[in-house]
């Protein structure tokens, strides 16, 4: 993957500071880097991955993440955890 042409979806909290605490790699191959905030779709917003990887170079960790699959930490302070995402977690 090519840091600079992969598109992601966030919200422009984490585009103001708000640190990324969960990823998603959707099954469509899609990402999302999203706070822990609800999140409207209003507050969404498309920007390249370098951006986000410059702000928080753990997020290299999940470049590799399997379509399917999420990460998750509670804590910048935590490592970050993987798991397959629920057939019904969107639902």
Known sequence: MS??????????????????MRVYH?????WQ????LDVSEEDGR?????HLLAADPTLRELLD??????A???SVDEAW???????????
């Open 3 to 20: 840091d600079q042409e992969t598109g992601v979806f966030t919200s422009h909290h984490v585009l103001d500071g708000t640190p990324v």
């Open 26 to 30: 959707d099954e469509d191959g899609d």
């Open 33 to 36: 880097f999203m706070p822990l």
């Open 46 to 50: 498309l920007v390249g991955i370098d």
């Open 65 to 70: 993440l399997p379509m399917g699959w999420y």
């Open 72 to 74: 998750f930490r509670d």
């Open 81 to 91: 955890s993987r798991e397959k995402m629920p057939e019904d977690m969107w639902s």
